[in-house]
Every structure is written in structure tokens, then in C-alpha cells.
């Protein structure tokens, strides 16, 4: 199965702020819509935000103002800039992809931790 590449992540106190990134292999084409999940500990996995194409933009209520999500086509990256970061934005986050052919992609997951 091919994964999605997202370093990044890591500890931050609460207030402050964390970029993740995540990058297509170049095997994978189509691409259309790209989004964050994120799993806490004994939650559903939960989505954070969707950018289905370059123009409109979706976030859940949890992270409206605070987090924000971007992409580039050229380099078939999305990203998300997560600022005035909570204890309970603590997760394990996962980005996906979307191909016009039905294809979904996930990456490995990377642990965000926000310090109190």
C-alpha cells in the first residue's frame, strides 16, 4: 500500500504553534482532495480540515481560527499550520488524499503533543 510521507509534528507548550506537512510519492496521480485527520487516545478518528480544491477550504468547529490548511500542486504537499495550540489538540495526526480515480491515501500518522 502505498503511504503518504508526513514528517514533522512533535511537543509544543499550549499557545503555541506546529507545522505539518505531507507529500505524495510521485507514483501516486490524480490528485484532487487533500484533508487532516486526527486520533486521540480512545476517540474515532476525526477529521480537522479538507482542502478539495484550491479554493474553498473546510475546518472543524474544535480548530476554526486556530489551524490552518493549505496545499501545492506542483509538489502534491498539503500542509497544516496549527497556531494557539490546546492540550487537547494532543493526537496522533494522519493526512489523506484523494485521486480522481477513487484513490485514498493515507500517511503514517505523526504525534502532536501539547503541553499544558
Known amino acids: 500500500q502505498v503511504q503518504l510521507v508526513e514528517p514533522g509534528g512533535g511537543l509544543a507548550q499550549a499557545g503555541g504553534s506546529l507545522r505539518l506537512s505531507c507529500a505524495a510519492p510521485?507514483?501516486?496521480?490524480?490528485?484532487?482532495?487533500m484533508g487532516w485527520y486526527r486520533q486521540a487516545p480512545g476517540k474515532q478518528r476525526e477529521l480537522v480540515a479538507a482542502i478539495p480544491d484550491g479554493n474553498s477550504t473546510n475546518y472543524a468547529d474544535s480548530v476554526k481560527g486556530r489551524f490552518t490548511i493549505s496545499r501545492d500542486n506542483a509538489k502534491n504537499m498539503v500542509y497544516l499550520q496549527m497556531n494557539s495550540l490546546k492540550p487537547e489538540d494532543t493526537a496522533v495526526y494522519y493526512c489523506n488524499m484523494w485521486t480522481t480515480a477513487g484513490g485514498s491515501f493515507w500517511g503514517q500518522g505523526t504525534q502532536v503533543t501539547v503541553s499544558s
Open positions: 510521485r507514483s501516486i496521480f490524480g490528485i484532487n482532495a
